[in-house]
């Protein structure tokens, strides 16, 4: 009996273009060339410039800062000459909202007219969120909802005022738009010094920048083993790529806080599907009943509880209602159990809970201590994690048509699971064996997405860098520079006096032999801002509500500016990397 036929890997690894993008870059750069002659620059075919514009994070900041960027791009003609367009966070927002639209660039005005209104206008409806949460978490396996899912539909949408259910696989063959691609890092590579945490997702492919390793796009996130998908799961949405790229808004702790209040109000608005009957649990969904069962709305009320213990551990202090039964539901067993661990903090707290009497909250995580002086926090969390567990237990098994979901937030929240997908490199060759990995928002390692067109094959020649960023205006290309020098990939050196920290100039270029060339537009400037730099980095922060038409409108102007005071530098650049191309 002759052998079988080896399967064909579905997982490509190797250090090339996708085919698809190949013959995309070989039409485009036919086009730049035209476009250049359009701009009185003369070059060959074969000299064509490869340029690659990026837009950093920033929120919502960044969002409105390259949609103005772009529109003055177009109007001066230089649109038309980038060949790759890539994003980090807020950037990938703006990214997905032009992208909606086939040929983008050819009427940018009418898009953008469109995409503003939309941000001006009103938010997305709570009946529609919950519709789309509850889709999420009834479409994935368990294991991989995570709080991304939540994120999406509880933040991602306040900003950009919109559900998009579109694929990423739609914006294949777009011939007239520069080639798009959303940036995030796996976290499990964060840190590591020899990993390849660059993660990019492309309309035809996702995978890592710098390794080579790479799965159609519509199977991001499919189970695969020894490089063959097994199991299919639905090709992730823009909506979720977009919680995916842009989730470090903030801090940690903020970002907790946030979640916590929007779970709150998750609850608040499901309230009506808590009802009582007769004494019996009674919700919509129900199948059966238990007369020994507690109401209902006990169950709503426990889950409140439980949300305004995280928020007052967040916080330091007390919950607002300090006069909160402990859940009945806590069995004698289990006060032990929590001794035997050695969560509790003290006697006198496990004996109140014994007796189920009425408690202050705080005590029952810190013996009276403010959480905010707690130094034991760690058991704390600890206890926190454990009682969630047993008020879930508690309600489990009656069949309350949201008690799973809420669940399933509540051990994201617990574990702090962002973006957990299933790892398309499992049980391959060479490969430690990850059944999943966690995808998480590129910005927490480097603002800006460097690391995708640094791809050698990708061949750039000038990169223009739009840093939307908070806080110091040149960290991102500094830490392009160290990064790629300790990796040994070709990047200039990065100087840049301290004086321009606080007032930086509109325009930076920075050239090394063999590498390619960068320029760094930082958002707030001297010229454009002149001596009120501070007072539109204020007014713009990152982790604040929706932007009104008038912010939207001014930022856009400020933008743009930085494009229009530079057109004859940027034009100059492109000239000189024709002459550097290779």
């Known amino acids: 009996m002759s052998a079988s036929k080896p399967q064909k890997s579905e997982v490509r690894i190797e250090h090339s273009l996708n085919k698809k993008e190949k013959e995309f870059v070989a039409r485009r750069r036919k086009d ?3 476009s250049l002659k359009k701009l009185n620059i003369t070059c060959s075919e074969r000299k064509v410039p490869n340029i690659a514009l990026l837009g950093s994070g920033g929120g919502e900041r960044a969002m409105v800062g390259l949609l103005g960027s772009l529109d003055q791009l177009q109007k001066t003609g230089l649109l038309d000459c980038v060949l790759y367009l890539s994003g980090v966070s807020g950037s990938t927002w703006c990214m997905a909202s032009l992208y909606q639209e086939s040929d983008w660039s050819t009427k940018l005005e009418t898009v953008k007219d469109k995409i503003v209104q939309r941000l001006s206008g009103p938010a997305v409806s709570w009946r529609d969120a919950l519709a789309k949460l509850k889709k999420y978490h009834q479409e994935k396996h368990t294991k991989l909802f995570s709080l991304t899912d939540f994120w999406a539909v509880m933040f991602i949408t306040t900003c950009v005022k919109e559900i998009d259910e579109h694929k990423l696989s739609e914006q294949r063959d777009r011939h007239k738009d520069p080639f798009p691609i959303y940036t995030a890092i796996d976290k499990h590579w964060k840190q590591s010094e020899d990993g390849d945490p660059w993660f990019e997702f492309t309309p035809y492919e996702a995978g890592y920048s710098l390794t080579g390793a790479f799965v159609e796009t519509s199977d991001f996130g499919s189970k695969f083993e020894n490089g063959r998908k097994i199991e299919n799961q639905p090709e992730i949405d823009m909506l979720y790529l977009q919680a995916l790229c842009g989730s470090a808004l ?7 806080k946030f979640l916590w209040e929007k779970i709150k109000e998750v609850l608040y608005h499901l309230k009506p599907k808590f009802k009582l009957q007769t004494g019996m649990v009674m919700c919509s969904g129900l199948r059966g009943g238990d007369s020994d069962s507690p109401p209902i709305d006990k169950c709503y009320q426990d889950l409140m509880d439980l949300v305004d213990m995280n928020l007052s551990a967040l916080k330091g202090k007390d919950p607002p209602d300090q006069e909160k039964a ?3 539901g806590l069995l004698k067993r289990e006060m032990r159990d929590y001794e035997d661990a050695g969560l509790l903090i003290n006697s006198s707290y496990s004996s109140v809970l014994r007796e189920e009497r009425n408690i202050d909250l705080i005590n029952k995580m810190s013996g009276g201590v403010p959480l905010g002086q707690l ?4 058991n704390a969390k600890q206890y926190m994690k454990q009682y969630t567990v047993d008020v ?46 966690d995808y998480i928002d590129a910005g927490l390692l480097l ?16 990169i223009i860098s739009l840093d939307f960023s908070d806080g110091d205006p040149f960290m991102t290309v500094r830490d392009a520079a160290e990064t790629c020098k300790t990796r040994n990939i070709p990047f ?16 930076y270029v920075f050239k090394g032999k063999n590498t390619p060339t960068v320029i760094h537009i930082p958002l707030f400037n001297v010229g454009n801002c002149g001596d009120k730099i501070e007072e539109w980095r204020k007014k713009y922060t990152t982790f604040q509500g929706p932007y009104s038409a008038e912010m939207i409108t001014d930022l856009m102007e400020v933008a743009g500016k930085n494009i229009t005071n530079n057109k004859d530098n940027l034009l100059e650049e492109i000239r000189q990397a024709i002459k550097m191309h290779k």
């Open 32 to 34: 730049v060339l035209q």
């Open 250 to 256: 903030a801090d940690e702790e903020e970002i907790r």
């Open 326 to 328: 402990v859940p009945a």
């Open 375 to 378: 130094p034991m926090i760690d």
């Open 392 to 437: 879930f237990k508690k309600w489990s098994g009656r069949s309350f048509g949201h008690v799973d979901l809420l669940k399933s937030i509540f051990d994201c929240m617990g574990d702090w699971i962002w973006g957990r997908k299933y790892d398309f490199l499992y049980n391959m060759k060479d490969k430690a064996v990850h059944a999943t990995r």
């Open 447 to 462: 603002n800006s997405p460097y690391f995708s067109v640094l791809r050698e094959e990708r061949n750039i020649d000038l």
């Open 492 to 507: 200039p050196e990065v100087n840049i006096p301290d004086e321009d920290v606080k007032k930086p100039k509109d325009f």
